[in-house]
């Protein structure tokens, strides 16, 4: 095809002004080639106008005006075509200021350059012009050829260029890239004291771009506003770079301080290391490996055959590459990439890169010879040992079934046993799993290890609650792989089971082990069953606890410490309730309970009971007959507080009731208050009773115990007494005669038995009739002399007095009767 071209100049004296102030020169049209629409030329305009830079004074000598800027551009136009174009700046007269002369070709929409060359190759062509031509209609031009004639000198050049701006290659080129991507906006702005130098970062660009996105690159290698170019690379000198601060424009100062961070873009580095190792033909080489575009496995992949050391980005980014195309390289270049990649004294490899290792010996083992993939092997192994990478993934064992395995075991097999021998081992889940698969991939003798590793690695793998744990899938593949550590690790947890029941079963709930082989595991099997055992029987914990005893295989007589696995999966840190303990105690024998430690349950639930609750004394004489040696001190004497409780009640207790329960209280401290409150309300109910032994009602009311006497009034005010009050004379004169009869038995006394006859006695006979009442005086005569009957019939009649005078009064007539 042919081009056709455009030439436009600053105007002359007959065609526009010039001010001498600063500013774009005034410009017009001196020559423009027919086929070109004025729609182009409209937009032309503004694209070649030229303003040279600030501080230009005229007149210039010939050097100076060589010296100043030329603008290369390329740039879009609204109908979708290009205009490619080159300004320099000229003297119009021999006396006159500054001028330019811009010549342009027109490339219409969806064509390209003859021969598929890229604009920035075309700027350096011999064919742009200066001057206008001597006609207005020049003739299209038939291609616009390089420049010739020192291809090689260019091309070092061009290395010499990339090599001085090294620290700056890999940010301008991954911001390139982005600007590559689809929808991406903004600019990069390059700034450098000559044009030149950004027509050399345009051609360092395209030749790393993928052609076809290198020629839909716009740039202009010169422009006095960045901000308003429309080109996607602008060029400027550092005075006009002073204030480029938009957020869509990323500015290199490129003869300025070098930049301090690193690039994360591994494309963009790996490119970089090419052009500064002076190799631009491996881009070439590069593009006919399969991958996306600006994809950094193709470059990698090439450096590194190459010889060129990479960075562990780079690194990582070929061994993924290959690892996905393990076809696209013949053996050689195979070869070449795992040496590199195994390199001895490469900088320090990440995880990331160790990874992508592992997947890359995955896809090449079998299909490679062993001789290549050697070296991966032993780079990942000798990872897991001294770098501690436990998420890494290993070879498989036949990888080192050969002399190179055994030397690379010669090498790590001490290390492997000494670590494993220390204390610390085991505490890290990840990594003595991994020692323990390495050992085994390198045939590592640690049997005599083992027992000590389980023991320490079965506590740790309770550790944590996260689901799915990091070390999962390894720590089952090691049990799969090896036989005598999972039936040692699966021992280790039965055993630890019946004291950590809890985490034994979250750990199984978020590791699936297998334990479906011969070993019995009863505790482990627990454990697994606990959550059905939890689902079907819903609040029933006796229920739930039954049906884990049958999940264990095992019977709790033949086997202790089940009942211990059991009672911390349902009741876990909580006590069982009173009524749950005595189902427990029945289920098993003291002497199982015992050797399981659960005994301690059943107190715990006898010692947490509440005063009202009527089974715990019996429990307590269960527990203090059973566990005799276990119940001792503060716990033996509230369970006895619990017994005596039950003896008052049944009759069976002996003399000094309130000094019995004084002594058990001291002996219990700090006493529960249901404890308490059992054998005290028993005492007070006795008392209240109408058969009660008088030596120990006396002993309580002179006792000045508050916990005795507190209970004797909760008693008292209970329906059952008030309905007794009302319903037996005998009863209601008895109670009037105890609550009156003591006025020096002490403050505590004599407070609770005033508000007794007021608060309790005195609104029951305001409600009995006429007659009853008469019945209660007669009792109360009956019972003493007849100044006590007077006295109740002064009470009757009389309001609210203190006890104190009322038994003043009592006690007097009572002495002269």
């Not at 729609?39 to 100043?68: H, Q, W």
């Not at 309770?462 to 036989?483: N, T, V, Y």
């Not at 004394?617 to 119940?631: K, Q, S, V, Y």
Request: one cysteine or more.
């Amino acid at each position: 095809m042919s081009l056709a071209q455009l030439h436009y100049t600053s105007a002359t004296d007959g065609d526009g002004t010039d001010s001498g102030e600063e500013g774009p020169i005034p410009g017009r049209f001196s020559a423009v080639d027919a086929a070109i629409p004025g729609s182009v030329l409209t937009e032309a305009g503004p694209l070649l106008a030229y303003e040279p830079p600030p501080g230009t004074e005229p007149p210039l000598t010939d050097a100076a005006l060589r010296a100043l800027p030329e603008a290369l551009s390329f740039s879009v136009l609204a109908d979708g075509g290009h205009l490619l174009a080159r300004t320099v700046a000229t003297r119009p007269a021999p006396s006159a200021s500054v001028g330019f002369h811009a010549h342009a070709v027109h490339l219409p929409p969806g064509s390209r350059l003859p021969g598929g060359a890229l604009p920035i190759t075309a700027c350096r062509t011999a064919r742009w012009a200066a001057t206008t031509p001597g006609r207005p209609l020049p003739d299209p031009l038939a291609a616009l050829p390089g420049a010739t004639g020192h291809h090689a000198r260019e091309r070092e050049g061009l290395n010499d260029f990339a090599v001085a701006r090294g620290p700056w290659l890999a940010g301008v080129l991954a911001d390139l890239r982005r600007l590559c991507e689809p929808g991406a906006s903004g600019r990069v702005v390059l700034v450098e004291p000559q044009s030149a130098d950004v027509a050399r970062w345009i051609a360092l660009a395209c030749v790393a771009l993928p052609d076809e996105l290198a020629g839909r690159l716009t740039f202009t290698t010169y422009t006095r506003h960045p901000l308003r170019a429309p080109q996607r690379i602008v060029g400027v000198l550092p005075q006009d770079a002073a204030e480029l601060t938009d957020p869509d424009v990323r500015v290199h100062r490129c003869a300025g301080a070098r930049p301090e961070a690193a690039v994360a873009d591994a494309w963009a580095e790996t490119a970089a290391r090419i052009w500064r190792n002076r190799t631009p033909e491996l881009f070439r080489e590069a593009a006919e490996l399969p991958g996306e575009p600006f994809a950094a496995g193709p470059v990698a992949v090439t450096a590194l055959c190459a010889g060129i050391a990479l960075g562990t980005g780079g690194r990582a980014a070929a061994a993924e590459w290959a690892a996905e195309r393990p076809y696209a390289l013949d053996a050689k270049r195979t070869r070449q990439l795992v040496d590199a990649l195994t390199a001895p004294g490469v900088d320090e490899r990440s995880g990331p890169e160790f990874d992508a290792a592992g997947r890359l010996f995955a896809a090449l083992d079998g299909r490679s010879p062993a001789t290549t993939t050697a070296p991966l092997a032993a780079m990942l192994v000798t990872e897991a040992v001294r770098g501690g990478n436990g998420s890494l993934e290993l070879p498989g064992r036949t990888a080192f079934s050969g002399p190179e395995g055994a030397a690379v075991a010669g090498v790590l097999g001490p290390e492997i046993l000494t670590e494993l021998a220390s204390a610390g081992v085991g505490l890290d889940v990840a990594r003595t799993v991994q020692l323990l698969r390495v050992a085994r991939l390198l045939g590592v003798d640690c049997a005599e290890l083992l027992p000590s590793v389980v023991d320490r690695l079965a506590p740790a793998l309770l550790e944590g609650d996260e689901e799915g744990p990091g070390w999962a899938p390894a720590l089952l593949e090691l049990m799969d792989e090896q036989f005598d550590v999972r039936t040692a690790l699966l021992g280790a947890l039965d055993r630890i089971a019946p004291d950590s029941p809890g985490g034994v079963e979250r750990l199984l709930l978020r590791v699936p082990l297998p334990f479906t082989g011969t070993q019995s595991l009863p505790h482990l099997r627990m454990c697994a069953g606990a959550p059905e055992a939890r689902a079907d029987c819903g609040d029933d914990r006796v229920a739930r606890m039954q049906r884990i005893l049958r999940a264990a295989g095992v019977s709790p007589f033949a086997e202790p410490l089940v009942l211990r696995t059991a009672v911390g999966l349902v009741w876990e840190e909580s006590a069982p309730t009173v009524a749950e303990a005595r189902l427990l105690l029945e289920a098993a024998t003291s002497d199982a309970h015992r050797a399981a430690g659960t005994w301690s349950h059943l107190v715990a639930a006898a010692l947490a009971a509440g005063a009202g609750d009527g089974e715990a004394p019996e429990l307590a004489h269960d527990l203090l007959r059973g566990f005799p040696r276990e119940t001792g001190g503060r716990v033996r004497a509230a369970l006895q507080l619990l017994e005596f409780a039950r003896e008052v009640r049944s009759g069976a207790a002996q003399p000094e009731w309130a000094e019995r329960v004084r002594a058990l209280r001291a002996e219990a401290e700090p006493v529960e208050p249901g404890v308490l409150g059992q054998a005290c309300d028993a005492v007070a109910a006795r008392l209240l009773a109408p058969e009660r032994p008088e030596a120990e009602l006396y002993a309580l009311v002179h006792s000045g115990d508050t916990d005795l006497i507190n209970a004797y009034d909760r008693g008292a005010r209970g329906d059952s007494v008030r309905a007794r009050l009302a319903a037996d004379a005998a009863y209601a004169a008895d109670c009037f005669t105890v609550w009156t009869a003591h006025p020096h038995a002490g403050p505590a006394w004599s407070s609770a038995a005033a508000a007794l006859l007021e608060e309790v006695l005195r609104p029951v006979v305001r409600g009995l009739p006429a007659d009853r009442v008469a019945a209660v005086e007669e009792a109360v005569g009956r019972s003493g002399s007849s100044g006590r009957a007077d006295a109740f019939r002064d009470w009757n009649r009389r309001e609210r007095r203190t006890l104190g005078r009322l038994g003043r009064r009592i006690a007097g007539r009572v002495r002269r009767a």
